[in-house]
């Protein structure tokens, strides 16, 4: 499943930086720029300034979103980041970027959404950056995860990779899909499938929501902390009351995860342990 944002949905989020941060300061104790350098595995004193990044808008399949290109370039600069939007779509765009010595190019068709760091020919793409975005956002917000219950609703791509990254955080994983085949794939690297997904959500108080699945306020346990990148997304007033805390925003922690961790391709060579 494949979500396109709409330009509605993304409203905002050029200027919602005080918004986001503290929320995600009170649910988390870090800011968009610590989850996003914890889940590149930097310090999170790392200087980014040094990065010129470029949004490129990209025209094919659906066309452009209204304010993607400049909800990522917003999003890119809050990072400390150096970044402009081209004043080309698609290939001149990224022609431009180039010629204009960008390190990280932003950009996004109907299936592939990408941070392309040019210097080392490498690139992160948007279902890991999300994925480990929120699971980064859920350790902050649980005090740490080993030995702990996770359930992850939602097989698909951001789903699957949220799985591998709160088990390498020592959670005990368990996974749902309405499709039921593909939460059983993930057996196979140590998730535990389970088939009601009612019954999985209200038996834990530790939830990644990666599905297009409005969950019920009723069936979520008192004081559950959910991450929750899907959308649509929408609590009722009872999940919402019965909720910890809600982790959720259209396209920040993402893209910001994904630039952050592409600029990692190269400060990470010059970090000792690696
Ligand atoms: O440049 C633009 O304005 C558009 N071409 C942006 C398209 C954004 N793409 C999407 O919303 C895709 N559904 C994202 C796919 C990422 C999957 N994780």
Redesign the pocket.
């Known amino acids: 499943m ?4 709409t330009p509605d949905m993304i409203e905002g989020v050029p200027d919602d930086k005080l918004d986001l941060d503290q929320r995600l300061l009170k649910a988390t104790g870090k800011t968009v720029k610590g989850i996003a350098l914890e889940a590149a595995g930097l310090p999170d004193d790392t200087d980014l300034s040094g990065f010129r990044a470029a949004a ?10 209204g304010g ?2 400049t909800s990522v370039d917003a999003i890119v600069r809050r990072l400390g980041m150096d970044c402009h939007v081209t004043e080309g ?1 698609d290939v001149l765009g990224f022609s431009q970027a180039v010629a204009d010595g960008c390190d990280i190019m932003m ?7 990408v941070a392309y760091n040019s210097r080392e020919r490498k690139y992160t ?3 890991w950056g ?1 994925a480990k975005g929120y699971s980064v956002a859920l350790k902050n917000a649980a005090g740490g995860l080993e030995g702990k219950d996770v359930l992850v609703i939602g097989a698909g ?2 789903g699957s990779w949220a799985v591998r990254f709160l088990m390498e955080m020592g959670a005990n994983v368990s996974v749902t899909d309405i499709i039921h085949e593909k939460a059983d794939r993930l057996a196979k690297i140590g998730a535990r499938p389970l088939t009601d997904i009612a019954a999985a959500i209200s038996e834990h108080t530790l939830l990644l929501n990666a599905a297009p699945f409005i969950i019920p306020g009723e069936i979520i346990a008192e004081g559950s902390i959910i991450s929750s990148p899907g959308v649509p997304h929408y609590y009722d007033q009872v999940g919402r009351s019965r909720a910890k805390a809600i982790i959720h925003d259209p396209l920040e922690i993402g893209a910001a995860v994904m630039a952050v961790n592409s600029a990692g391709y190269s400060l990470r060579k010059r970090l000792p342990d690696n």
Do not use: E, H, K
């Open positions: 494949m979500t396109r944002l490129i808008p990209i025209t094919s399949g659906m066309g452009i979103i993607f290109s779509t950009m996004a068709d109907d299936r592939m959404f793409d948007n279902s999300t791509m951001v």
